[in-house]
């Protein structure tokens, strides 16, 4: 595809803003990707554009990862190896491995975006998340311009976090992702939701295709449809305390949700923070926090990118004053 120019992002990202690109090419493979850097250095590397809160226009080149297709890589008796390029958007992902009956990826069905931002932020849902179905990726390297392969120990994941999000940012693109997926599914349905949905479908021996409808069905319970209603998904990370933290704050707030997490630290539900704060359904002009998961900020129509930034500052703020917590955007702001 040849570079377009002065064109809107507004289709490219998921909260639908209206900002100008100088500039912009989706790229089909690396070697276009290859010939697009050494032309010029992009100022914005995008992929489904489902995570990024775009603030002002872009004056140079937005290069979008459009680089497709599956294919199996290798195989023994309980696992697939299965490549999927960057491009690929992930929920398609999700259901052809789930017409093949490939086990591991239904947990996280219908999440927005593409299968190349999957590995940098460690997407997750329900119970699983990237790293437990990651066998390796393959990225180019701006830097030493090459292209070089990642294990799961190379991508440093942690919540909601990779190498490619912090120690090493921008530095990497992404070009494929493979996922080891189990060829006699192992199901995973721990978390109390699915339960509850899969009881409410009235499946008694549940098969991956019904873990995913049910978490299909919980996500279009909850989350707003990218298609419909602007928004990114959780907003804000799930801010993690100390032992210390939790105790002073669940003496004073018993009910608060809190989920145990890495080294006898605690996870609370950022969404809960935020709506015990009173933004949950909070509307001004067109940016706004979701009537039903307060953890979404939205945009009805015509928000700016600032003024949604701007709320999620206030957001913030009044969630320190109150409990003394730090949230972390988990949304990319340019
Ligand atoms: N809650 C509230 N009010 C709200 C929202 C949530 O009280 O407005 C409470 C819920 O009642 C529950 C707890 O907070 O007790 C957790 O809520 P939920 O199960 O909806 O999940 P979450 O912690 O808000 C995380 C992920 C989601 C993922 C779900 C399910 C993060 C930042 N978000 O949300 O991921 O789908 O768990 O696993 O970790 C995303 O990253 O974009 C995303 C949507």
């Known amino acids: 595809m ?23 090419v989706s790229v089909k493979t690396r070697e276009e990707l290859r010939d697009h850097l050494n032309a010029q250095e992009p100022k914005l590397i995008l992929g489904g554009g ?9 004056d140079g080149l937005v290069l979008k990862i459009g680089i497709r297709g599956i294919e199996e890589v290798k195989e023994d008796n309980a696992y697939i190896y299965v490549r999927a390029g960057a491009g690929e958007p992930w929920h398609g992902f999700v259901q052809y491995t789930m017409d093949r009956n490939w086990g591991g990826l239904e947990n996280l069905s219908l999440i927005p975006g593409d299968v190349g931002a999957a590995p ?9 998340e990237l790293k437990d179905v990651f066998y390796e990726l393959e990225a180019y390297d701006r830097k030493e311009k090459k292209v070089f392969t990642f294990g799961v120990n190379d991508c440093q994941f942690g919540y909601r976090d990779s190498i490619f999000k912090s120690a090493r940012k921008g530095r990497y693109i992404i070009l494929n992702v493979t996922f080891i997926l189990h060829k006699n599914p192992v199901l995973n349905t721990h978390y109390g939701a699915i339960r509850e949905e899969l009881k409410i479908m009235g499946v008694k021996s549940p098969t991956i295709q019904d873990v995913s409808r049910a978490v299909i069905k919980i996500r279009q319970s909850k989350l707003p449809d990218p298609a419909v209603i602007g ?4 907003f804000f990370k799930n801010p993690v305390v100390d032992q210390a933290k939790f105790l002073s704050l669940s003496e004073k707030y018993p009910e608060i949700p809190a989920y145990p997490h890495e080294d006898q630290s605690v996870k609370l539900a950022a969404g809960w923070l935020i709506e015990q704060c009173g933004w949950k359904g909070y509307r001004r002009g067109d940016a706004g ?9 939205v945009n009805y129509g015509k928000a700016t990118g600032s003024e949604i930034f701007e709320l999620s500052e206030k957001i913030s703020k009044s969630v320190y004053k109150k409990f003394g917590v730090e949230l972390d955007r988990e949304v990319n702001v340019f």
């Not at 926090?289 to 900020?297: C, D, F, M, P, Y």
Request: net charge positive; no cysteine.
């Open 231 to 234: 928004n990114a998904g959780s």
């Open 120 to 128: 940098i932020q460690n997407i997750g849902a329900y119970g699983v």
């Open 50 to 58: 489902s995570n990024i809160l775009l603030t002002r226009k872009v």
């Open 289 to 297: 926090v979701h009537v039903n998961q307060a953890l979404v900020l």
């Open 2 to 24: 040849s570079v377009q120019k002065n064109i809107s992002l507004l289709p490219y990202n998921s909260f639908h803003l209206d900002v100008n690109a100088a500039e912009f």
